[in-house]
Nanobody, 115 residues
């Protein structure tokens, strides 16, 4: 079965950096696009970034220049590098993929940006 396991979240000061990882299993990782979403308290889940199977990247405009998505097919892992973090980046970050019209989610990792 499809499994997505995020890691790398934590508490960071404003202006700091974090790299999130998502380890995938149960499907042919290299064949599918992978995405990161986030959900802040009291808000809807929103997309952050997507990387296609051919390594084409797309980051939401409000995070461009600060966030970078990448993938390592040999390790079945997708990453989200987050720099210049702001308090408004505080959220649970989720890894996701869509296979045969079914969207799958990881359990999420908490990112808290606070002094």
């Amino acid at each position: 079965q499809v499994q997505l396991v995020e890691s790398g979240g934590g508490l960071v000061q404003p202006g700091g950096s974090l790299r999130l990882s998502c380890a995938a299993s149960g499907f042919i990782f290299s064949s599918y696009p992978m995405s990161w979403y986030r959900q802040a308290p009291g808000k809807q889940r929103e997309p952050v970034a997507t990387i296609t199977s051919s390594n084409s990247e797309n980051v939401v405009d409000s995070m461009k220049g600060r966030f970078t998505i990448s993938r390592e097919n040999a390790r079945n892992t997708v990453y989200l590098q987050m720099n210049s973090l702001k308090p408004e980046d505080t959220a649970v970050y989720y890894c996701s993929t869509r296979i045969n019209w079914q969207r799958y989610w990881g359990q999420g990792t908490q990112v808290t940006v606070s002094a």
